[in-house]
């Protein structure tokens, strides 16, 4: 495939992809986003009531903080489960270090809030997630260096020359110097994106199975230029004709006028802007009939290739959305469901408000010839005067009044976005009909708006934020090559996820609770007591304990368990080989207790089992880190003496030099000193014919 069909292949892609400008979705989304910001219909009538109510704002904003509550209320948002008992600590590791990732190295809560608001307005909310990796340029300043380690110094790779300073006597110099280094850094980069840049082929039912996959933005001249590629043919890029925003962003940006936001660059070369796209597509370059995947970046009109790599990474973006479409990639969003409830609201509401205007200030039926001055009769005012020439020359004109039932038809309307959401003012805690003011009935509604609601939450679970979580483990496994040293729960803990992808094997799953706050405290609490008792009977361990007072410190919206119990030492438990039976049962109960202690004893050897499985898993891992260790400290030992050789090998150059330098000063003297006495000798020789004196 040429480069011309190549942009010819990506023009087309992006042309077609759903999400594109002038597609259907967009108009849609920047519909439901304008009823979310309540803006008119632009159906209103001069004179009349124009008010707009605001059930798409009021649903999103009280699913929004139970959503979040339920992903950021805990410490670790997504935790990894083991397969196999040689899981279980790299399983522990990787659970801390993501979630540290999400929260401490990215605006976690941010994310999801933005992430989520996407998906419950503008159908699916998308979010990208990628290795980031960084140079940044350090100087290091030495002082009192001899001329042996300023040459060892300048030696070393990646190190340039800022300055250097000699002092000191010829044969004791001593040197300041400053070198600049190039340190690289990397880290996973979380960043939610707005869905009017989001594009994918629309057959797709999946991001990572999707034939083409887009990630559509405007980018500066300069921003590109920074960004690696060469300047000249970032200069050559051809500018569109406009870059005209699209629906959603008009939308979106109600309080920015749009052509003074893209005229401020007209006259700075370096600021304009040109559509650039980072396409993730299938296609067959080499002609072998395999469509593989590469990473394609194209800007300007021409969709002119800037870079074009194969991928064998997960394509970073992970995507939500809280009403599955079975077989399709987009969903519906919650203002889907409710903004035909928020016009047949508008529309009572404005009836309502019109018939009380016209009931409180009703049109008047004049005599035109009985009245003094008819701009008296024409503005109306409480209190005015309307001179007349006869009695009874001014009748009202009644209009009956249907407050009841308009209300009603609102009343009615509630009825109906809570029978599609579950939010209502009865669920908010609002409600004052005869089945609210009953606990049970107050449980009922709660439990039907929350099922609702967690339904919700579970598909966001297992759709975009397990894969999100999925991809940031992938990329350290990957790219993270250093081990960094992080806080956990007040303690600094080495992370080396190189290390894991060796024996890495474990599952995804996203904690949800049940219930409210309350509910989930009362049924913790009542766990609690269980297991005291069950504690007597061996039915129950210490561990068990720790557990559920784990889930009372969540309940409680507190963090940090390990502030107020402490993990208690492995023991052996009541019931286990060794272990007295309990005395002093009756019959029955010593069958029960005999049971029991059979089912402990069996489990207790499950458990000697995995011990030891682990036990062998851990003299492995023993002998690993040995192997390693021996075979680093044999590379260090190798390093410095290579070092040592280096040093004296530069040693002796700078000997021979010095003697080489000095004895090519001896010979310049000695051939200096022949010249002159060669001269002198000339000045005394005899002239020819002379005697010469023998």
Same mark, same amino acid.
């Given at each position: ?160 020359? %800022?300055?250097?300073?000699?002092? /000191?006597?010829?044969? &004791?110099? $001593?040197?300041?110097? *400053? +070198? =600049?280094?190039? #340190? !690289? ?95 993730? %597509?299938?296609?067959?370059?080499? /002609?072998?009939?395999? &469509?593989? $995947?590469?990473?394609? *970046? +194209? =800007?300007?009109? #021409? !969709? ?391």
């Amino acid at each position: 495939m040429t480069e011309v069909e190549l942009q010819a292949l990506i023009a087309q892609e992006i042309h077609l992809a759903t999400g594109a400008a002038g597609n259907t979705l967009q108009e849609e989304r920047a519909e439901n986003l304008k009823y979310y910001l309540g803006e008119k219909f632009g159906n209103e009538m001069e004179g009349r009531s124009q008010v707009v109510s605001s059930d798409v704002a009021d649903t999103i904003e009280w699913m929004l903080p139970q959503l979040i509550r339920i992903f950021a209320s805990s410490e670790n948002t997504v935790s990894f489960e083991p397969v196999g008992a040689e899981d279980i600590e790299v399983a522990e590791q990787a659970t801390q270090y993501v979630n540290h990732i999400w929260n401490v190295d990215n605006d976690g809560f941010l994310n999801f809030y933005t992430w989520f608001k996407d998906a419950l307005l503008c159908k699916n909310g998308f979010i990208k997630i990628w290795w980031d990796e960084q140079t940044s340029r350090v100087n290091e300043t030495y002082e009192g260096l001899s001329e042996d380690e300023v040459a060892l110094i300048l030696t070393e790779p990646d190190t340039e020359l %800022v300055t250097l300073h000699e002092y /000191g006597p010829r044969e &004791a110099r $001593l040197a300041d110097l *400053t +070198v =600049a280094r190039e #340190e !690289s850094h990397g880290g996973v980069r979380v960043e939610p994106v707005p869905p009017e840049e989001f594009l994918i082929s629309r057959e797709a039912k999946s991001i990572q199975s999707a034939r083409f996959v887009g990630h559509r933005q405007r980018r500066t001249l300069s921003s590109l230029v920074a960004d690696g590629y060469a300047k000249d043919i970032i200069d050559g890029l051809a500018t569109e004709e406009a870059l005209v925003p699209s629906a959603e962003e008009e939308a979106r940006d109600t309080f920015v006028e749009e052509h003074e936001r893209f005229s401020s660059a007209l006259n700075n070369d370096a600021m304009r802007e040109v559509w650039v796209t980072e396409c993730y %597509v299938r296609v067959d370059l080499d /002609g072998d009939g395999i &469509a593989e $995947l590469r990473q394609i *970046t +194209v =800007a300007g009109a #021409e !969709s002119e290739v800037l870079s074009n790599i194969p991928w064998e990474s997960p394509v970073p973006f992970a995507s939500l959305t809280p009403i599955l479409m079975p077989h399709r990639f987009y969903g519906r969003a919650i203002a889907d469901l409710v903004k035909d409830v928020q016009l047949v609201k508008s529309t009572i509401m404005r009836q309502f408000l019109d018939g009380l205007y016209l009931a409180n200030n009703p049109r008047q039926e004049a005599v035109e010839a009985n009245i003094v001055e008819p701009s008296e009769l024409l503005s109306a005012r409480p209190g005015g005067v309307v001179r007349v020439k006869e009695r009874g020359s001014i009748n009202p004109i009644s209009t009956p009044f249907v407050g009841g039932p308009a209300l009603e038809g609102l009343a009615y309307a509630d009825k109906i976005r809570e029978y599609r959401t579950g939010v209502s003012p009865r669920t908010q805690g609002m409600g004052d009909d005869p089945l609210h003011q009953t606990a049970s009935g107050e449980r009922m509604l709660f439990d039907a708006a929350q099922g609702k609601l967690e339904l919700i939450a579970r598909i966001f679970a297992e759709t975009g934020v397990k894969e999100a979580f999925r991809q940031i483990l992938w990329l350290i496994n990957h790219y993270q090559d250093k081990e960094r040293i992080v806080r956990l729960r007040n303690e600094w803990v080495p992370m080396a996820p190189s290390d894991w992808s060796g024996h890495m094997d474990v599952r995804v799953s996203v904690g949800l609770g049940t219930g409210d706050k309350m509910s989930q405290l009362q049924n913790a609490m009542a766990l609690l007591e269980l297991q005291k008792q069950a504690l007597e009977f061996g039915f129950a361990s210490p561990q068990n304990l720790y557990e559920t007072a784990e889930m009372v410190v969540n309940a409680m919206g507190l963090k940090g368990v390990d502030r107020f119990f402490t993990l208690p030492e492995p023991a052996n438990k009541p019931g286990l080989p060794g272990s007295a039976a309990p005395q002093g049962l009756p019959a029955p109960d010593m069958q029960r207790a005999a049971l029991a202690q059979q089912a402990e004893q069996q489990k207790a050897m499950v458990q000697n089992q995995m011990a030891l499985q682990q036990a062998a898993t851990q003299s492995e891992l023993a002998a690993r880190q040995a192997k390693v260790a021996q075979e680093r400290a044999l590379k260090e030992k190798e390093l410095a003496q290579d070092f040592e050789l280096n040093r004296l090998k530069l040693r002796n150059d700078i000997a021979l030099k010095r003697e080489q330098a000095a004895a090519d000063i001896q010979l310049k003297r000695d051939i200096a000193l022949q010249e002159m006495l060669l001269k002198a000798g000339e000045e005394h020789r005899p002239f020819p014919g002379a005697a010469i004196n023998p």
